[in-house]
């Protein structure tokens, strides 16, 4: 398949130098690669400027309320699981009004890839504070400093279960690509964090800062963060966890954390209803011919009772 085929003919209109550009062409690139089927594969997105990503790429697209991405995406994975489901959100929108899907996903190990289009500020309502901005930061668009707390993502992601975590570089096309690919190609819930500068609004997380600081992880060859037996998990999340507060004259990029030992949840799912994926909701008929519910009042109790759990009424 060419990779012209994955791009829309839409006039994309962020601003000249946006790092959401070198975000775009890497998804496009590692979709062109592992030649994924449009009609199998979702870009979920919420509010924002990276927000727009799914009118760009032709495959299944769902542009979703600010916040909403990834229970949107967990929905569709779980009512289809032959689905690959890519979530694009900002820092704003993921960690700020999104936090607590965003750790959902990630207790639950949904096969879904989040990718964090990280710039420190809400580019698209004109540069303010947004939940990866550092405290005292003080960018053009603010009156006065940052008064609040910054979240660190990598770790936030750790601690909630992501089996796959990572970080990349809007500007290093290469290697971001390579950490899409292995992110979508991961069975479970993965995280990519990607530095993507504001060229608008963020006059401090410049591409002149970050190309001063930023070095990759596997430079390193005693760096291994891949979980390989259950006993060794604790001691390569914690490794994993010291490594994500590295920041300031040196910014780490590339896999902090993979675990392939840990079941999906839909997995899990299977173990309880053995039909599942035979059988799953996008599987199902939901109406006969004539328009009727092919579930009516006594059957939804009956399944009710059978898959969920028994309530005083249902009838045996």
């Known amino acids: ?70 229970p949107f995406a967990m929905g569709i994975k779980l009512a289809n699981p032959e689905l690959i489901v890519i979530v ?10 999104g936090a607590g899907h965003f750790v959902a996903l990630g207790r639950r190990n949904i096969d879904v890839t989040v990718i964090l289009h990280n710039n420190g500020v809400y580019g698209l309502t004109k540069g303010q504070a947004s939940p990866t901005l550092p405290l005292n930061a003080k960018t053009k668009a603010l009156v006065k400093p940052n008064i609040q707390q910054a979240l660190n993502p990598i770790a936030l992601a750790l601690s909630s279960g992501y089996t796959f975590v990572a970080r990349g570089y809007a500007f290093d096309g290469e290697h971001l690509k390579n950490i899409v690919k292995k992110a979508i190609l991961h069975k ?16 401090i997380f410049t591409a002149e800062y970050y190309r001063k600081r930023i070095y990759r992880l596997e ?8 979980v390989e037996k259950p ?13 994500s507060f590295e920041w300031g004259d040196r910014i780490p990029i590339g896999v902090f954390y993979q675990d392939t030992t840990v079941s999906t949840f839909e997995e899990r799912i299977l173990q309880r209803i053995k039909i599942y994926l035979e059988m799953s909701p996008a599987k199902s008929s939901i109406a006969e011919d004539g328009g009727r519910s092919v579930i009516d009042g006594k059957r939804f109790e009956e399944i009710f009772r059978d898959y969920i759990v028994d309530v005083e009424g249902t009838q045996q």
């Not at 959100?89 to 700020?96: A, E, P, R």
């Not at 479970?188 to 006059?203: E, H, K, M, R």
């Open 231 to 243: 006993e060794d998990r604790t001691i390569k999340l914690l490794k994993a966890i010291e490594k």
């Open 88 to 97: 694009h959100g900002g820092d704003g929108d993921l960690l700020g009004i």
């Open 219 to 226: 430079d390193n060859s005693s760096w291994n963060p891949i």
């Open 188 to 203: 479970g819930a993965a995280f990519i964090d990607v530095l993507q500068p504001c060229v608008t609004f963020n006059d």
């Open 1 to 70: 398949m060419e990779r012209r085929s994955y791009r829309t003919d839409l006039w994309i209109d962020w601003c000249p130098g946006c790092g959401n550009f070198g975000i775009l062409t890497a998804v496009v690139r590692v979709f062109e690669e592992l030649g994924l089927d449009p009609s199998k594969t979702v870009i979920v997105s919420g509010i924002g400027c990276s927000s727009k990503i799914p009118h760009f790429i032709n495959v299944n697209g769902v542009h979703t309320l600010h916040g909403r991405a990834i």
